[in-house]
């Protein structure tokens, strides 16, 4: 393994971005902001939930991401009859020792790829709330601690509407980013047919070279500089005004919540690192507030009526606030 060093400075942690960046980029294509985002999300200490039709390199931008920062990597591929159990694991019999032994779910992990959530029934959805906030887990009143680097990549498809379990807004809350994975542009696309079309079996990532460039020292280094950061109270005032907006206006029926505020300010600090400053500026918010504040707010009914979106709305509150100078 070929790992970069241990970052104590920001320009470790840009270069580390980057390095993660270009790893994954080797099999999937077109998606650099995104692979962004993610990476933000993982220095940060939050989760991404992934919407985008089927085929557009979800799962494989997931196991490549695991590849190049060298976390372990879980799947779950949610269905209608998938039992908390399932996910977190049970104590199961030992007929040998007479006694009940923990066989751990796949949830014990570090980079989870929680396929097509919103396919499962909320009791399921429900069992990965107290990893997802708290990173442990609670089996027949006995907690067990995950890794701190524990991180779920949720997926799903905004096509179908019968046989699908909307998320909660509790759940919907403990994601970092709502991120929306569109189709690649057409010399994207082509690219993607022209390495990808000419094999005839599920790519992998090591098919395509995608090294690990990281591990649990560069990542927690990476994390501890990110604390360094320096977030002005300018800049505090200003997330504060912009998620309080969301409340206040008319074409928001539900605004976000302290804790929308708290995790823009945490990953505007990480995408301030990845960038090679140790301070935070209005432009890192500004970028990162339709992720975070996207599946936090409910459009007013006459906001939908009119056609508009929660991006617009976003974008017109943007507009509207004073930006720090």
Do not use: W
């Not at 939050?46 to 557009?56: D, I, K, Q």
């Not at 199961?92 to 020792?97: A, G, I, K, M, R």
């Not at 990808?196 to 280094?221: L, N």
């Not at 005004?241 to 990953?267: H, K």
């Amino acid at each position: 393994m070929t790992a970069n060093p241990v970052a104590h400075s920001v320009e470790n942690v840009q270069a580390l971005g980057a390095a993660i960046e270009g790893e994954v980029a080797k099999i999937v294509f077109g998606q650099g902001p995104l692979t962004r985002m993610v990476t933000i999300a993982l220095l940060a200490g939050g989760h991404v939930l992934l919407e985008g039709p089927p085929g557009t390199a979800k799962t494989l931008l997931a196991q490549a991401f695991a590849r190049a920062t060298g976390l372990a990597f879980g799947r779950i591929q949610f269905t209608p009859d998938l039992m908390p159990g399932d996910i977190l694991g049970s104590n199961l019999f030992n007929f040998q020792t007479s006694s009940f032994t923990l066989t751990k779910g796949p949830i014990f992990t570090e980079l989870l790829l929680a396929d097509e959530i919103n396919r499962t029934p909320p009791k399921t959805q429900a069992a990965l709330l107290e990893a997802m906030q708290e990173r442990r887990v609670t089996i027949n009143g006995e907690a067990h601690v995950m890794s701190p680097r524990f991180t779920v990549l949720a997926t799903q498809n905004p096509i179908e509407q019968q046989g699908v379990y909307p998320l909660p807004e509790a759940q919907l809350d403990r994601f970092l980013f709502k991120l929306v994975v569109d189709y690649p542009a057409a010399d994207e696309e082509r690219r993607i047919v022209a390495d990808h079309g000419g094999r005839f079996k599920s790519p992998a990532v090591g098919d395509f070279g995608v090294t690990q460039v990281a591990d649990a020292k560069t990542i927690e280094a990476a994390i501890d500089t990110i604390a360094t950061v320096r977030l002005a109270d300018e800049i505090v005032d200003y997330i504060v005004r912009l998620v309080r907006a969301t409340r206040e206006s008319a074409d928001l029926e539900c605004g976000a919540s302290p804790r929308a505020a708290t995790l823009l300010a945490r990953a505007a600090c990480a995408a301030a690192a990845l960038d090679g400053r140790d301070y935070v500026i209005p432009d890192d918010v500004q970028r990162l507030a339709a992720g975070v504040l996207r599946h936090r707010v409910i459009l007013s009914a006459a906001a939908e009526i009119e056609g508009r979106n929660v991006e617009q709305v976003v974008a017109a509150l943007l507009e509207r606030e004073d930006v720090p100078r």
